[in-house]
């Protein structure tokens, strides 16, 4: 499976960025997908997950109420619309998926920056 993330970029604190990545492959709903993140220097850190078909969610404590994740498997696209951003906030955000409908992320992108400047 290949992932092409992209809507990385420069934005002030508070504002808001969406992220997509679009995922190769036929059966696309039934992969769970994700995003994790990674600033230099500190550990790689899960954000969020979405099951197959758009079911169950799951969010780390540091981006829940502000952070949403969606998907259109018409497009094979998952979005990560990120609200209320924080200079904490600022990574390489990566898409990742398990074509399974696991968790084993066995699949990564290549990350696009995020940029929160207070």
């Known amino acids: 499976v290949q992932l092409v993330e992209s809507g990385g970029s420069l934005v002030q604190a508070g504002g808001s960025l969406r992220l997509s990545c679009e995922a190769s492959?036929?059966?696309?709903?039934?992969?769970?997908m994700g995003w994790f993140r990674q600033d230099p220097g500190k550990e790689r850190e899960f954000v969020t997950t979405?099951?197959?078909?758009?079911?169950?969610?799951y969010y780390a404590d540091s981006v829940k109420g502000r952070f949403t994740i969606s998907r259109d498997n018409a497009k094979n696209t998952v979005y990560l619309q990120m609200n209320s951003l924080k200079p904490a906030d600022t990574a390489v955000y990566y898409c990742?998926?398990?074509?399974?409908?696991?968790?084993?992320?066995?699949?990564w992108g290549q990350g696009t920056q995020v940029t929160v400047s207070s």
């Open positions: 979405i099951r197959r078909s758009g079911g169950s969610t």
């Open positions: 492959g036929r059966s696309f709903s039934s992969y769970t």
């Open positions: 990742v998926a398990d074509p399974s409908g696991g968790i084993l992320y066995d699949s």
